[in-house]
């Protein structure tokens, strides 16, 4: 059987974790608004910008980057929720075994806490990466008509100058 002493420096570790992991998803939180100022920025006047740019190559690398930025926003956040609601849910439980329930409800409070923030950001990011790739593709789709357009064009050009 594991004697639970030898494993004490493992719990004092993982506590360590606790507020860095509070603090990420105080940051997360920040960055999904920030983000969704910049998506709103992007419906409204950047995507009209780039797809009059008529570069391709540019919209698809954008797109692909700002689609990652919202990706991770998406996973990231309730992965250190769940991070930060487990980590003092241990010493919690310890609190209550020991009889102490306002540490336990002190615990529990803080992984609530930290589970919604977690959601909260993700939620932001999911949002916000599937409004973006619609724009996208909407913004793609246009150019390609347009340059397809251009070309059928030129074809015409090209015939009524040879006829």
């Not at 910008?49 to 996973?75: F, K, Y």
Request: hydrophobic letters at 55%; a negative charge; glycine letters at 10%.
């Amino acid at each position: 059987m594991i004697d639970p002493h030898s494993l004490g420096w493992l719990h004092d570790a993982v506590s360590w974790l606790l507020v860095p992991s509070l603090a990420a998803l105080l940051l997360a939180c920040a960055i999904a608004v920030v983000e969704a100022g910049i998506a709103a920025g992007e419906r409204f006047h950047g995507l009209r910008r780039l797809r009059d740019s008529g570069n391709v190559a540019q919209v698809q690398a954008i797109a692909r980057h700002r689609l990652e930025r919202a990706d991770l926003l998406a996973r990231i956040p309730p992965m250190l929720g769940l991070m930060a609601t487990i980590i003092p849910l241990g010493p919690g439980l310890a609190a209550l075994g020991a009889g102490d329930p306002a540490q336990l409800a002190s615990a529990v409070t803080v992984a609530f806490d930290a589970t919604v923030l977690g959601l909260v950001a993700g939620i932001g990011g999911l949002v916000i990466g599937k409004l973006r790739r619609r724009w996208y593709e909407e913004t793609l789709e246009a150019m390609e008509d347009a340059l397809e357009k251009d070309a059928e064009k030129d074809a015409e050009k090209v015939a009524e100058k040879a006829a």
